[in-house]
């Protein structure tokens, strides 16, 4: 399962094709909050000589900005006091790879240091999440993730999305598609170069499928380690809105781009393999409420997970506009529950046996898969640290239980349990915590500010 999938390369492999002229470019990036990829683009030939092994430079406030780049002040690790200075991206090249869908290019993915002292950046993403599996490692644990993505495609280019506002927009179908063969064909040029794309490039891709609403589709990739899922998921995205972009298409992975319309999920599986490289999840124990049977440790991790789903919402639904996708009844969850292949609840156990996972259905697409797993392996590992057991499996209507622990539905709310959670500022540090709790309190003031077109629709002449 570890060993790299083709289009990944190596540095002499890189190398030869750069010599070659088969390569000219290399995408050095890294993650930002919003699971976005910032960089640049750099020379082949100055990426061996220079950037390979030394890194490069770019502004710290990459990690304290929002979504249109405005520096955000009040942030502990960098500001207009400090001069937003500079920090050391050094690629890691595990990352490495061809980038199929343009032409003569190559990216690699940077972790984030210190520029004076190289030391890592504790409040970056990627940082966030390596420190989880480290600690899973140390138990003899390998936490192993799988994201199943969907989106909206338009027959609209982003330009022209733009010049309308966003409004009235068309999408690529008219009718919900959900496993609908013909459907798809429709767009297959457009979804088929989105898969094709991604497998070409280091991100092997299962099947696709059209989703539960008009235009809306998914692409699942398989499976791997946390940070490389994670890494595969951030250039899937990239790749997505690339290649739709170049046969003048628009997808969006917002959580709800639409009243009307189904939400855009991240459906996260999560198991996890021993020493031995076999799944620890497998067992013979009962699983309570179930007819399936699995080990103990997987009993503890699902128990953890439940315990803190609540808690880890702000980091599954990152923005005011996620929590308009949980609306019961829309296969969004609204409670936190588990059961066995049940899509009303919020943790939905599938497979048996060397494939028993579990899957999270409460982030969305617009999340962070960094911040997302980080969580997701915290809870799984307090849960078996502490031997904590879950309660029955649920049955029935998820929907229909108002005595279920319900999923935070504002932002506001979220941002308040993640922040007085004791175990979050444990399992993720002091300084992240505040990090993103300033991100998000200051992303939650942005939008306080908007005035929509539902108010004015709604208030305009008669109020």
Request: charged fraction near 25%; include cysteine; aromatic fraction near 10%.
């Amino acid at each position: 399962m570890d060993a790299r999938p083709p289009g990944c390369i190596d540095l002499d492999t890189l190398a030869d094709e750069i010599r070659a002229g088969e390569i000219h470019t290399v995408v050095t990036a890294l993650p930002d909050l919003y699971g976005r990829l910032v960089g640049k683009r750099i020379t082949g030939h100055f990426f061996l000589d220079e950037v390979a092994h030394g890194g490069m430079h770019v502004c710290d406030y990459l990690l304290a900005c929002d979504m249109e780049m405005d520096p955000t002040p009040g942030y502990a690790f960098t500001s207009w006091e400090s001069g937003y200075g500079d920090l050391h991206a050094v690629p890691d090249l595990g990352t490495l790879r061809r980038v199929a869908w343009q032409e003569g290019t190559a990216i690699v993915l940077c972790d984030a240091l210190e520029e004076e002292r190289d030391a890592p950046i504790e409040v970056s993403p990627r940082r966030i999440l390596q420190r989880q599996p480290e600690r899973a490692q140390a138990l003899g644990l390998h936490p192993r993730k799988g994201s199943e993505l969907e989106f909206f495609l338009f027959d609209e280019t982003y330009a022209s999305a733009r010049e309308r506002g966003y409004r009235e927009l068309k999408t690529s179908q008219s009718y919900v598609e959900d496993y609908q063969v013909l459907s798809s064909t429709f767009v297959e040029p457009v979804i088929g170069a989105i898969r094709a794309g991604a497998d070409a490039s280091g991100i092997p891709v299962e099947f696709s499928k059209g989703e539960w609403g008009p235009g809306q589709h998914e692409i699942n990739l398989r499976y791997a380690p946390a940070l490389e899922m994670a890494d595969r998921h951030v250039i899937y995205k990239l790749a997505a809105r690339e290649i739709a972009a170049q046969q003048g298409y628009a997808l969006t992975f917002m959580a709800k781009w639409d009243a009307a319309h189904a939400g855009n999920s991240l459906h996260v599986h999560m198991s996890m393999a021993g020493a031995d490289g076999r799944s620890a999840f497998a067992g013979d124990e009962p699983l309570p409420g179930c007819a399936l049977t699995s080990s103990a440790l997987f009993r503890h991790a699902i128990a953890g997970q439940l315990a803190h789903a609540r808690e880890l919402t702000l980091l599954f639904a990152p923005n005011p506009n996620s929590y308009k996708r949980y609306q019961d009844g829309t296969f969004a969850p609204t409670r936190v529950a588990w059961s066995y292949d049940n899509r009303t609840v919020g943790f939905r156990l599938v497979g048996h046996g060397e494939s028993l996972r579990g899957e999270c259905r409460i982030p969305g697409g617009d999340a962070n898969p960094y911040l997302v797993y980080a969580g997701l392996i915290a809870a799984a590992l307090d849960g078996i640290e502490r031997r904590l057991e879950p309660e029955p499996a649920w049955t029935g209507d998820a929907y229909a239980a108002a005595d279920l622990p319900a999923v935070p539905r504002r932002l506001e709310h979220a941002i308040e349990l993640f922040g007085q959670s004791h175990f979050v500022r444990e399992a993720l540090g002091g300084d992240v915590v505040d990090h993103l709790l300033h991100f998000s309190r200051t992303e939650e003031a942005s939008a306080a500010r908007v005035v929509t077109d539902y108010e004015r629709a709604r208030f305009f002449e008669r109020i």
